[in-house]
């Protein structure tokens, strides 16, 4: 059974620091893009950054770049998001996605990817 598993969310004031990690059981992803996506309450799910199967291509979505920075170790099979300079409109949960087929791309559209995390929480203070 293919497993994502968010952790590092928590609470933080702004300006502060997190480092979200996902780790990934029950298949390796060596090969597939992953990502991050973010859901804030009463709005709909949105594309946080993206990375390709060796890290060699990564995308990140306007708001987030320069920011936070997205990273992999597929000898681990994690997936990471360093987030710095945190604002409040960062509140969000956060989850992990897996493509199933290999890529070189780094896609940002939710519909590219096929296994989900259950998310981990994120909410910055003002």
């Known amino acids: 059974q293919v497993q994502l598993v968010e952790s590092g969310g928590g609470l933080v004031q702004a300006g502060g620091s997190l480092r979200l990690s996902c780790a990934a059981s029950g298949r390796s992803f060596i090969g597939s893009p992953m990502a991050w996506f973010r859901q804030a309450p009463g709005k709909e799910r949105e594309f946080v950054a993206a990375?390709?199967?060796?890290?060699?291509?990564?995308s990140y979505a306007e708001s987030v770049k320069g920011r936070f920075t997205i990273s992999r170790n597929n000898r681990e099979n994690a997936l990471y998001l360093q987030m710095g300079s945190l604002k409040p409109e960062d509140t969000a949960a956060y989850y992990c996605a897996a493509q199933r087929a290999p890529s070189w791309a780094a896609p940002d559209n939710s519909d590219e990817y096929d296994y989900w995390g259950q998310g981990t929480q994120v909410t910055v203070s003002s």
């Open positions: 990375i390709n199967w060796n890290g060699g291509v990564t």
